[in-house]
């Protein structure tokens, strides 16, 4: 699958329709179907809705900015017509959605085409991908190994090449483990910028919606076109572009209570990204872990309150033993402990915020390491054994509590991919995206492409 710039060239040129783009990827579907990352394909709507885009183009219309590109769509999110499963078996005989999801809207007003929902973790309650119900979804780099979640499979579609675009949703790391196994790019916008109408909760006060992509420009165009007229940038503010000087630009690296406990692999790719800025200064937050433990009480306190109200009570036979035994987990948490992690989230986003007067962007890794295999329960590093389930969202979360936008970039190295997450202040997306952009044009952030001998 092209680019999304490079779809949208051949569409204007004539070169190429919307309907053969559609036809590869559904085709690209089928052929890596062993990955387990699509949970339904969209092909009857596809295929109308690339005629539909070739009959404006004929016509002499004007194109839309992302006319005829293919996405595919978390199967979290509401697409009209179809039921939003959640990857969860207790949702199997949910009645298809009667309105699609914001985002979803908003792609599609843009002249993107939706050509598949995608596999995740049940309930997105987990960050590895792998689905007690559905399986595993595997990673297109190397199959055996996990896709990360709980946006897996959103995250594999895209490195698949079965669309250059797609939505997930990141609560404490959803939309960034998962591109930072599979060497794709993702963005979790400031919380609160992107409308999350139409997409199931898992924690609201730190869910966010958004982009993954396979290049750095394409997530900058899936970013501003899912922003939507609802939720649109603030006056004044430009939209991302490529060629933006970096020179000037102060950067932050996160050591003490981030780097330190990542592999030695994973740290080096945030020194090697930090080689492109000319003013790098390390910053040692070992509070961090307060953070992390705020997060935690907080997440799991509103997705076992959000799944009561849902039903929580009348479908627990349904859930898996590990998602069911989480709920109840935080159901029992008193609401004295959520009211402190509150509090905490307040003073922690200020003392982040606050180093922004310092610097211009922070750097970190987004995963202590690269995709572990399927099903390991424990990894040996340099540093300390790591624990998959718990561990592969342990750099994002601090992060997500703050509400700061961040792009996971897929550092170019030798062997599996690894990610950089790069931090910008509250509602500043274009300059974590103009970086984004930089490092992609300096060749140090790359998407990673799988080989087609190892999808056979």
Known sequence: MQSVAGIAAQLRSGSLSAQDVVRASLARAAQVASLNCVSRLLAREAVVGAGACDTARLAGKAPLPLAGVPFVVKNLLDVEGHATLAGAHARANEPPATRSAAVVQALMAAGAIPVALTQMDEYACGATG????????RNPL??????????????????????????????NGSIRAPASFCGIWGLRPTTGRMSAQGCFPYAESLDAVGPMASDAAGLALAYRAMLGPGSGPRPGEPAPAAGVSMAGLRVGILQAGFGDFAQDEAQDAVLRVASAFDAVRKIDLPEADLARDAASIISAFEVGRNHVQRGFAERHPGYSAFVRQRMLAGLSIPEGWYQLAKAYQAAWRQKLEALFDEVDLLLACTTPYAAPLIGAEQIAGGKRAYVPRA??????????????????????????????????????????????????????????????????
């Open 391 to 456: 561990d592969a969202g342990h750099l994002t979360r601090p992060v997500s509590l703050a509400g700061l936008p961040v792009v996971a970039a897929p550092c170019a190295v030798a062997g599996l991919p690894l990610g950089v997450q790069l931090i910008a202040p509250p509602w500043q997306e274009t300059r974590c995206l103009e970086a984004a952009l930089f490092l992609e044009a300096q060749g140090l952030c790359r998407n990673t492409r799988a080989g087609c001998s190892q999808l056979a």
């Open 142 to 171: 190397d199959p055996a190994r996990i896709a990360g979640g709980s946006s897996a499979g959103t995250a594999a579609a895209i490195a698949a090449g079965i669309a250059p675009i797609g939505i997930g949703s990141d609560t």
């Open 130 to 137: 792998e689905n007690v119900i559905g399986g595993p979804v």
